[in-house]
T-cell receptor, first 112, second 113 residues
Framework: KQEVTQIPAALSVPEGENLVLNCSFT??????LQWFRQDPGKGLTSLLL?????REQTSGRLNASLDKSSGRSTLYIAASQPGDSATYLC???????????FGKGTKLSVIP | GAVVSQHPSWVICKSGTSVKIECRSL??????MFWYRQFPKQSLMLMAT?????????EQGVEKDKFLINHASLTLSTLTVTSAHPEDSSFYIC?????????FGSGTRLTVV
């Protein structure tokens, strides 16, 4: 059974700092990995999707990497802003399945 | 990208009553939709996979008679929580696989009193 772990559970940084969020998964036979952000009481906003054949994806200040063999992904946020404060979720789908397995998320607070 | 609309965004109901939650794919024909549940400070857990025109597939431990799923068209799936109890209070959210990624609805906060 796939398990997804996100470290740290919470992170507080001053505005402008670069930061890295970590995600690990136990079964490397994944179809893709996706990073989301969730604001309190809200739905999920997709940030980046990495196919299993890819190593990284970039969008603006965000860069996500994937090392499938070691079961790890990182989300790099450059020049953090208070508006980045949210919970960041990592999710993987298994090969041959569209079902997602989520981590518990990292709650990020960017202090002005 | 695809837009998924979920309604209502929040609902309070009395114990023993039923609540219906709608998930609409506004610009994408979805043969498959997914329903998740999220308890406070927990990760999202897949409840069931909704298949257009056929029966839903439920995850282990999810009561199919309690959580009724209907996927009558390519743009609408509904989740009905029957005979709701306080322990069913949770955040319910649907999603669609578009071929380019997963798009989620805005979620429904259910409180059973």
């Amino acid at each position: 059974k796939q398990e997804v772990t996100q470290i740290p559970a919470a992170l507080s940084v001053p505005e402008g700092e670069n930061l890295v969020l970590n995600c690990s998964f136990t079964d490397s036979a994944i179809y893709n990995l996706q990073w989301f952000r969730q604001d309190p009481g809200k739905g999920l906003t997709s940030l980046l999707l990495i196919q299993s054949s890819q190593r990284e994806q970039t969008s603006g200040r965000l860069n996500a990497s994937l090392d499938k063999s070691s079961g790890r992904s990182t989300l790099y946020i450059a020049a953090s802003q208070p508006g980045d404060s949210a919970t960041y979720l990592c999710a993987v789908s298994g090969a041959g399945s569209y079902q997602l397995t989520f981590g518990k998320g990292t709650k990020l607070s960017v202090i002005p | 990208g695809a837009v998924v609309s979920q309604h209502p965004s929040w609902v309070i109901c009395k114990s023993g009553t039923s609540v219906k939650i709608e998930c609409r794919s506004l610009d994408f024909q979805a043969t498959t939709m997914f329903w998740y549940r999220q308890f406070p400070k927990q990760s999202l857990m897949l409840m069931a996979t909704s298949n257009e025109g056929s029966k839903a597939t439920y995850e282990q431990g999810v009561e199919k008679d309690k959580f009724l799923i209907n996927h009558a068209s390519l743009t609408l799936s509904t989740l009905t929580v029957t005979s709701a109890h306080p322990e069913d209070s949770s955040f319910y959210i649907c999603s669609v696989w578009t071929g380019e990624g997963y798009t989620f609805g805005s979620g429904t906060r259910l409180t059973v009193v």
